[in-house]
């Protein structure tokens, strides 16, 4: 047996290992990063995606194949993969399909804090909920196995608590209680299964009703799994909580004594359980983070239930306020001590871009990364951050609709590995329908997915583990997409040229794309030793391979 | 809950803190311990304000720090002082970057060892496997360095006289 102080995600990586996942794909997104960066080192299969949706399509694919899958992304990731996810949740799964969501309560690093208990619901899959590294080791396992069991793709929730907080995680040890027990990876094969798998209308009516029908067993089972249990505190009676992830920590912690109700599987929900639980205390409370979801449902079932007052929906609990919502306390709380505020990196590449864009005052679409920070002083250079992409499609709305003085202020300000996550069908659209003062998309390439602690991607031309793979072109997709404008600047080295071109290119009616390169910072030096390990790769690969002697007949 | 010990580490992105919270949670490990370590990543890293909690003791349930309630608060910055101290109890010990002379310190980069070194001289974890852990996790070409920034942050306390 090991005993490890492991994060959340280390734990995910390491029970994956251990339970025999053959691909784990997905997209950075803090605070899910770490998961396939591990399990990578650990000697796993782990490549990055150009965005969640891709991912889990392939995480679907090799589900059908037979092969214990995991996918990984953040909370917002899943709406990127919800198209997928949803009808997956009919065709099913032939091997085991885990997607992990780490959702962001408190908005650590985030642009919401939407609680995807929700998509479980909509989308009528199980959710399993982990509170700690342990749980996320031996939850993993569980999930695999309802996924196996009822064919059906499971949805891993964890939190930004729960996947970044270290605790001591056993593992290897099949003898002790409770722990996990491995079973041998099923062989990949694939067999024809078309009314299972190509949902046309006539397949995919019946197929929603055996996934209702898979959730109706898991729900039943629901209420005798081991992965919701009943802790009986003192046995007083008079307080029980019910409560799931890293709120049941908090729980625990702030009523010593308390019943507690824990529940590990957040979809479906064991009402029945709960029910039986509630008429054994004197009063009942809800812990849970994010929206009411457990209270609503169990209220819904008619199970008398106290939910927390409406101003715990936002941000984390903690142990002080699970202390007031047992208080029922909701008067204003004190303000979390505020520290300095991250900036850009003091010899970041940006800083000449966004002093050109306040400089002219321009109207700046912005998007998701390190440079969103372009919108805290000393700059405020950024005007509107949506959701990953979305600079492109933003800027373009405003060009269409401002008077053509304003119009030209416009510019679209896109990160590299943001612009190939979903700024490539941004610029398809900016060459399809194009404003007639044209647009400027500035695409800032700083070699890697900075925010999310230096991941690759595409257009870096390297694979999760730095290793060569074919590079993706920004200037070379823009100029096939049909922008007539393609400039490459290194605004770091020639401020004054970046100044020059943007500005020619905003008086011009017509669609440009700058491209401002330069390697991230914190990056630069790791980016020059793979760059020189591709090199060498290449020629190695050069010289084994076969030479072509040109025939008789092309002579 | 008494039986458990709360630390808070504070500081600056890149200063050494999420490190030495890293450091203090092995050490708590190897010294038998329940432990758990929380901190924020991401947003937090590029250059501003850190904080990271470290719980250890016989069993140890949240993984957060509760306002109000750190046995310690570890400063690696001055600025950081006056934010990180409501997260102190009263009575709890605040180990400011003050505490270590900036002159005998053999490194700048190891001040964050070097307030584990005085923060060693409260808590019940052994001075030789904190000492291990500190090693455990800096390449070999740093272990003398930071052994001397550890003994230093001891001496600066034994200096103090605070230790009763």
């Keep these: 047996m090991t005993r490890q102080l492991l994060s959340g995600d280390e734990a995910v990586a390491l029970a994956a290992l251990d339970s025999g996942v053959a691909l784990g794909t997905g997209y950075p997104g803090t605070p899910s990063t770490e998961i396939l960066e591990t399990f990578d080192r650990l000697g796993g299969r782990a490549q990055w995606a150009p965005n969640e949706k891709v991912a889990l399509e392939v995480g679907i694919g090799a589900a059908f194949g037979n092969a214990r899958t995991l996918v990984t992304m953040k909370h917002v990731g899943l709406n990127v993969a919800a198209d997928p996810l949803f009808t997956a949740a009919y065709t099913g799964v032939s091997g085991a399909l885990i997607v992990v969501t780490a959702d962001d309560p408190g908005m650590s690093s985030s642009q919401n804090e939407q609680d995807n208990r929700r998509y479980a619901i909509a989308a009528g899959l199980p959710m399993v909920e982990p509170a700690d590294s342990q749980e996320a080791y031996d939850f993993f396992f569980s999930a695999a196995e309802i996924s196996e069991r009822w064919h059906i793709p499971v949805l891993f929730r964890m939190t930004t608590r729960v996947c970044h907080a270290k605790s001591i995680v056993l593992s290897g040890d099949e003898a002790a209680p409770g722990a996990p027990v491995p079973t041998p990876a099923p062989q990949t094969n694939f067999a024809h299964d078309i009314n299972s798998r190509v949902m046309i209308p006539a397949n995919a009516r019946p197929a929603h009703r055996r996934l209702r029908a898979k959730l109706a067993e898991i729900a039943a089972w629901a209420e005798t799994c081991n992965l919701n249990r009943v802790e009986p505190g003192d046995g007083s009676g008079s307080l029980g909580l019910i409560a799931n992830g890293v709120s049941y920590l908090h729980a625990a912690e702030a009523t010593p004594g308390a019943a507690i109700l824990k529940v590990g599987l957040a979809n479906p929900l064991c009402v029945e359980k709960a029910r039986t639980f509630v008429a054994g205390v004197k009063r009942a409370v809800v812990v849970e983070e994010g929206d009411p979801v457990m209270a609503d449902a169990l209220l819904a079932a008619g199970v008398p239930v106290e939910a927390k007052p409406e101003m715990y929906r936002f941000g984390e609990l903690d142990v002080a306020r699970v202390r007031r919502i047992l208080a029922g306390d909701a008067t204003p709380e004190q303000p979390p001590a505020r520290g300095k505020p991250p900036e850009l990196c003091p010899a970041c590449p940006y800083h000449t871009v966004y002093g050109t864009i306040k400089k002219h005052d321009l109207i700046a679409a912005g998007d998701i990364g390190c440079y969103s920070l372009g919108v805290l002083p000393p700059y405020q250079a950024m005007d509107t951050c949506v959701a990953m992409g979305a600079s492109i499609g933003v800027g373009l709305g405003l060009r269409h609709v401002l008077p053509d003085s304003e119009a030209r202020r416009v510019v679209s300000i896109i990160g590299d590995s943001t612009f190939v996550h979903s700024g490539i069908s941004g610029l398809v659209e900016m060459a399809y329908n194009p404003p007639k003062t044209g647009h400027v998309v500035i695409v800032l390439d700083n070699g890697t997915t900075a925010m999310t602690g230096q991941q690759e991607h595409p257009g870096t031309g390297r694979q999760l583990d730095h290793g060569p793979t074919t590079k993706l072109s920004i200037e070379g997709i823009a100029s096939a997409i049909g922008i007539p404008s393609v400039t490459v600047v290194d605004a770091h080295v020639e401020p004054e040229r970046f100044e020059q071109v943007l500005l020619e290119r905003l008086a011009a009616s017509e669609l440009s794309v700058i491209i401002a390169r330069r390697p991230c910072i914190l990056a630069a030096a790791d980016i020059r030793k793979w760059e020189q390990a591709a090199v060498e790769f290449r020629i190695a690969t050069a010289e084994q391979a076969p030479v072509c002697e040109p025939s008789v007949e092309d002579q | ?164």
């Design chain 2, 1 to 164: 809950m008494s039986a458990v010990t709360n630390v808070v580490l504070a500081g600056l992105g890149g200063q050494g803190v999420i490190k030495a919270s890293d450091i203090l949670a092995d050490a708590a490990l190897r010294a038998g311990l329940d432990v758990k370590k929380s901190e924020i990543h991401g947003m937090s890293q590029r250059g501003g304000s850190v904080t990271s909690d470290v719980r250890f003791g016989a069993d140890v349930l949240s993984p957060m720090v509760p306002r109000g309630e750190a046995d310690f608060l570890v400063i690696l910055a001055s600025s950081e002082v006056e934010v990180a101290r409501p997260l102190l109890r009263a009575g709890g010990v605040l180990l400011s970057p003050d505490l270590i002379p900036e002159a005998d310190l053999p490194n700048k980069r190891s001040l964050n060892v070097a307030l584990l070194g005085a923060l060693s001289c409260y808590i019940e974890i052994p001075v030789e496997v904190l000492l291990a852990a500190v090693k455990a996790a800096l390449p070999e070409r740093l272990h003398e360095v930071n052994e001397r920034a550890f003994q230093l942050g001891r001496q600066s306390v034994a200096a103090q006289g605070t230790i009763s």
